[in-house]
């Protein structure tokens, strides 16, 4: 069975707890649980994690590299900063989607560029909680046609 990682970067652990009128009021708990069971429903399995530290974020991009057919990362404010980050994705290899819960098309100026956009399949940015399931629809037809999954 596939395996995909969920990473989360930078304060996505006080999800539901602040700010729910932007990022929603489920908790991070709660995210990965529904991850969890939609994967299941989708033949795949999920390892969720999430840092606060840029460096462990890439520890975990370079360990998927022998666990993981796939990867869903909402990496915070290291989308707009991080070419580390990207770099990382990059070399890995694996195919990736990125998520983010607001739309940051429509926010500050600073959140419109995303380094990690380049290194990835594809963005779903604006759907709150429910982006993440429609990143894990995406990777699994994209490894289903890669003959992967
Ligand atoms: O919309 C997203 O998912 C973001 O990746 C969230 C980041 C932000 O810096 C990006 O521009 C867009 C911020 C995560 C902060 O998460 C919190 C959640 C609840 C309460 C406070 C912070």
Known sequence: MASILVLNGPNLNLLGTRQPEIYGSV????????CTDHAAKLGLE???LQSNHEGALIDAVHDA?????????NAGAYTHTS??????????????????????YA??????????SKAVLGQVCGFGAQGYLLALDALAAHLKSAGAA
């Not at 908790?27 to 529904?34: D, F, G, R, S, Y």
């Not at 070419?83 to 940051?104: F, G, R, T, Y």
């Not at 926010?107 to 990690?116: G, L, P, T, W």
């Open 27 to 34: 908790t991070l708990a709660m995210v990965e649980a529904a």
């Open 65 to 73: 590299k022998s666990r993981h057919q796939g990867i869903i990362l």
């Open 46 to 48: 999920v390892a969720c």
């Open 107 to 116: 926010r500050e100026e600073f959140r419109h560029a995303s380094y990690i």
């Open 83 to 104: 070419i580390a980050l990207m770099d990382a994705l990059i070399s890995v290899e694996i195919p990736a989607v990125e998520v983010h819960l607001s739309n940051i």
